[in-house]
């Protein structure tokens, strides 16, 4: 029976020097604000959370932040300004846009199914929610393969030269622009008598 007290009591002394000595490595692996003021991944974080794109859990787990260490970061007023920095330069350059937009963009497929399978919707708006339900699902732009869609200009030079332009009547942009390079040459020459005109 005594013995079973002097174990229980070392036991209880083990687990308090455990305690402690958890407590003091936490302390000191507390996060150093200037040095995550220049952590650019983790001013971006903070960044999305203040426009809504990150969850404060999903901050707080991402860098191991418990309630003080996270209190003190809005009180950091260099952290803030660094952050509001942030912030205005994803404006400007579109990230917040296109990252919002892709986060919303994730609603509408069931927004679809909804007007899809509702029995009061009208069926013109039904096949118009299938169409777009095709084309999310394709998860990429048909335009550059789709010749419905499409002009085509052919000048007759004379002879057997012919030019032929085969373009979208979709603007596109970026990669899309590039696969619809659809201006054909049959046969590559100077035009004579057109001035200042060129054939590439």
Excluded: C
């Amino acid at each position: 029976m005594y013995d079973a007290q002097d174990e229980i009591a070392q036991l209880k002394l083990e687990v308090e020097q455990l305690r402690k000595a958890l407590g003091e490595r936490q302390q000191l692996s507390a996060p150093n604000l200037p040095s995550l003021r220049d952590n650019y991944e983790f001013v971006i974080d903070l960044a999305r959370f203040s426009e809504g794109l990150f969850t404060e859990a999903a901050v707080r787990k991402k860098y191991h932040f418990d309630e003080r260490t996270w209190e003190s970061l809005g009180k950091d007023d260099a952290l803030v300004e660094r952050i509001e920095e942030e912030k205005l330069r994803r404006v400007r350059d579109g990230s917040f846009k296109r990252e919002r937009s892709q986060q919303l963009v994730t609603k509408a497929p069931d927004i679809l199914d909804t007007i899809m399978t509702d029995t009061k919707t009208s069926p013109k708006h039904k096949v118009d929610a299938i169409k777009t339900l095709d084309a999310l699902a394709e998860g990429g732009p048909r335009a550059a393969h789709d010749d419905s869609d499409r002009v085509i200009i052919t000048i007759n030079l004379g002879g057997d030269e012919k030019l032929v332009f085969n373009k979208s009547v979709k603007p596109l942009s970026g990669d899309d622009a590039k696969l619809d390079d659809g201006r054909l040459i049959e046969h590559e020459s100077r035009p004579r008598g057109v001035p200042g005109f060129e054939v590439d």
